[in-house]
């Protein structure tokens, strides 16, 4: 479904991803692990157009969709959530998914109809999946953090993508709520007939929830295996999990 | 399209003031009446601006200059061809949304402050030629003593002709504002990247508004040539810009209506206190100072914030 080939990004002299490639087969969860600074965020921009790569390309069903600007990759099927909350902080919770929808029913620039009796349901339904349903009318910004990541995903969920790309979904989380938080995406993956591709440094999240795994380190693709070949890997172990024993 | 109504609650208090307004010419001085018909058309102006920069985000910075073109327009159709006067009154708000049309195109590719200095550049031009194209424009004289068709010739009846136009741009202008594009458009004003990210061509949005507004921009200056009877380059010059930024923000540019309000405080201080000194900037600089400090989302964002949180919804849409 999404195939990465031999993408390079420099930023200066720094070269940021160096090689690096990914496949993700339609239906799996997919995670890019590696240690800060390997280029995970740096991958995922170029995914879905916020960068533009310096060579190699990204081939979206057949398509190559690495010269497009973002707003047209996100029409062909990819949505994205962001490392950071990215959300409309002086809009409702409501709103700021709404927006989203509106925007994948191609209504976003319908002028003289009343945008609060459109894609109600849709909203409400995404809302509700991810829990938010009680705070539809709080201001976005004051959400507390966790809720902030929740909307983060609702927001890309509105889009209805086929495959949905999460930049460290359980950032800054506590273990709790990263569990919380990691079933969530396993239900939403079930429930939505969800392709997944997303990026985590905590490895007990990783193998748990991943089946397939790929390893950056300095830009570069180490491997991508199944969770049980890459914990057996040696160069794995030794760049990332810093050579200790195999759990 | 229109078949679900819009939420009707506020109509109520709403109709009231429109009556009021109606009612006011016969009992008030010649002078209020005008002043009222400077205000109404101000405040359009005003409330189109802050289309593109309260909810837009955008720094429209020389949004006088449309309003300039939309009255020269008119001027110049009625003074220099013998069209009938609806073609000049049509061809105002047209020619205006064609040069923010233009203009926008290029301002767009740009962004923050980047935006509003080529659009400070590019409106200075349209400035220029009206200050120093003479055989065309009169230059700095203007053009004066453009008469206008008999059912609006008298104050009163330019008055309610500016009024009703005016009240007619607003609902409209309310529409766009709760419609998706409206939605959008502040969704964008709130974070750009991440619109880019759900799908929505941002570039072409804002310019969207921008032709929007700037063709109720162009309204306006069709209803100042109606108020008036004349135009100058003053109009697009860049401190009326100035002028009119000021008021959405006195008003409250994160609300619909604040704008309205910002209009008249401006042309009520200019007037009254222009009477004593012609320092009244100082008195607004002062005003502005303080706005800053203790009501940073404007007078009207303030009474909202005061009196009930959704009240904005009930509220909205003032007339003037």
Known sequence: MLRVEEIHKSFDDFKAVNGANLTVEKGELVAVIGPNGAGKTTLFNLITGQLKPDKGKVIFNEEVISDLPPYQICRRGIARSFQIANIFPRLTVFRNVQVSVLSQQRKSRSLFYPAEKLAVDETNSILRSVGLSDKAGYTAGSLAHGDQRALEIAIALGNEPELLILDEPTAGMSPEETTATMDMIKQLASSRGLTILFCEHDMEVVFNAAQSIMVMHQGLTVIQDKPNEVRNCREVQECYLGGAEPC | ?320
């Open chain 2, 1 to 320: 399209m229109l078949r679900a109504p819009f939420n009707l609650k506020p109509v109520g208090p709403l109709l009231v003031i429109f009556i009021i307004l109606l009612v006011l010419p016969p009992i008030i001085p010649r002078f209020y009446t005008y002043m009222l018909a400077v205000i109404f058309v101000t405040a359009l102006v005003a409330m189109s601006l802050n289309m593109v920069v309260g909810h837009g985000g955008l720094f429209q910075f020389h949004h006088g200059a449309f309003y300039g073109v939309g009255a020269y327009t008119v001027a110049l159709m009625l003074t220099k061809t013998s069209l009938p006067t609806w073609v000049g009154f049509v061809a105002g708000p047209i020619v205006a949304a064609l040069s923010g049309l233009l203009i926008g195109a290029f301002c767009v590719r740009l962004t923050r402050l980047y935006f509003g200095m080529l659009q400070i550049s590019l409106g200075s031009l349209l400035w220029a030629i009206a200050f120093r194209w003479y055989d065309l424009t009169n230059g700095d004289d203007g053009i004066h003593g453009i008469t206008m068709p008999s059912f609006i010739s008298s104050q009163n009846s330019a008055y309610y002709f500016i009024l009703i136009v005016a009240t007619i741009c607003l609902i409209l202008m309310y529409m766009i504002f709760k419609s998706p594009f409206g939605e959008t458009l502040q969704a964008i004003r709130d974070n750009p990247e991440r619109c880019e990210a759900i799908g929505i061509n941002v570039r072409r949005h804002q310019l969207m508004a921008i032709v929007i507004a700037t063709f109720f921009a162009g309204i306006a200056g069709v209803l100042f040539v109606v108020v008036e009877g004349s135009v100058f380059p003053d109009l697009l010059f860049w401190v009326f810009s100035l002028e009119i930024f000021i008021m959405c923000l006195l008003g409250g540019w994160f609300t619909f209506a604040g704008p309205i309000l910002g209009a008249a405080i401006m042309v009520s201080l200019r007037t009254f206190v222009g009477i004593y000194t012609e320092y009244w900037t100082l008195i607004l600089g002062i005003i502005l100072i303080l706005l800053i400090f203790f009501l940073p989302e404007g007078v009207w964002g303030y009474i909202l914030e005061k009196f009930g949180g959704q009240a904005e919804e009930a509220v909205e849409g003032e007339n003037e």
